[in-house]
């Protein structure tokens, strides 16, 4: 079973920056390779939502919400995946997970982004 380990994130005034990176150890590259990856994240009393997905060769797409501040990213050869955010708002503090755009792989314990106001 495939388990992505969430990193990065932390505490971070409104306006500034941070990264988060997800890597599938477990995952057969070729296997991590063909999947659409998305990253993913869940407020305190909300439902998790979708933030951006990648695909193989790196076409990309984004919420509403991020689009214009945040880049998803991905290093295939080390089946890793990076969400770069840039200009943030207290309104993105969340815990941040990665996974298939299918959400097939079990859930890791995500990154806490906290943005103060």
């Known amino acids: 079973q495939v388990q992505p380990v969430e990193s990065g994130g932390g505490l971070v005034q409104a306006g500034g920056s941070l990264r988060v990176s997800c890597k599938a150890s477990?995952?057969?590259?070729?296997?991590?390779?063909?999947?659409?990856m998305a990253w993913y994240r869940q407020a305190p009393g909300k439902d998790r939502e979708l933030v951006a997905t990648i695909t193989r060769l790196s076409s990309t797409n984004y919420a509403d919400s991020v689009k214009g501040r945040f880049t998803v990213s991905r290093d295939n050869a080390n089946k890793k995946i990076h969400l770069q955010m840039n200009s943030l708002k207290p309104e993105d503090t969340a815990v941040y997970y990665c996974?298939?755009?299918?959400?097939?792989?079990?859930w890791g314990q995500g990154a806490q982004v906290t943005v103060s106001a």
């Open positions: 996974n298939t755009e299918t959400r097939e792989w079990t």
């Open positions: 477990r995952a057969i590259t070729s296997v991590f390779n063909s999947k659409i």
